[in-house]
């Protein structure tokens, strides 16, 4: 195999979904196909990426922190991946900074119990509380019975 292989060989980059990847990027694939679906999850993960629950936190980037904890948990793939998404702006909750909520994917296997709860003071999460919190989203453990601080709602007016 001559240089010129071996650099293109190395520069080759799959995604997760299959598709080579944009150079210099994680996950853009080069070749956009507008009816791939999206990959699938059983939990989405919100944080809140504004400024005061982003101050809070002391990961500079807590999204990709979380995404490269779950690959080390082998839960950023297959039946049971949770998503780590990050919001653009504030969840109008910031005084239980900091925020993140907690969506199931219901339409397949997402575990309706824990739909919609609200977390707060993930700030404080050391790596181990996290990871407690993906084991047991993953294995759909009620978050009520678990000693997580929840956002209480208020009732409809
Ligand atoms: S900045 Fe996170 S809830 Fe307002």
Not at 80 to 92: A, E, L, P, Q
Not at 129 to 152: H, P, Y
């Amino acid at each position: 195999m001559g240089w010129r292989s071996i650099m293109e060989s190395k520069q080759t980059k799959i995604n997760i979904m299959g598709s080579e990847v944009v150079e210099g990027f994680v996950c853009k694939p080069k070749k956009l196909d507008l009816n791939k679906p999206i990959m699938h999850f059983k939990t989405q993960l919100f944080v809140c990426n504004d400024e005061r629950c982003a101050k809070a936190c002391n990961e500079e980037d807590l999204a990709t922190y979380l995404r490269d904890l779950l690959k080390t948990l082998e839960l950023h793939r297959g039946k049971n991946r949770i998503k780590i998404s990050r919001t653009g702006g504030c969840f109008g909750a910031c005084r239980f900074r900091a925020v993140a909520n907690i969506y199931e994917n219901t339409r397949a296997n997402g575990y309706l119990s824990n739909n919609n709860i609200w977390l707060k003071n993930t700030h404080l999460f050391t790596k181990n509380r996290w990871i407690e919190l993906f084991r047991i989203l993953s294995k759909n453990k009620k978050i009520d019975e678990s000693n997580f601080e929840q956002i209480s709602m208020a009732e409809y007016l």
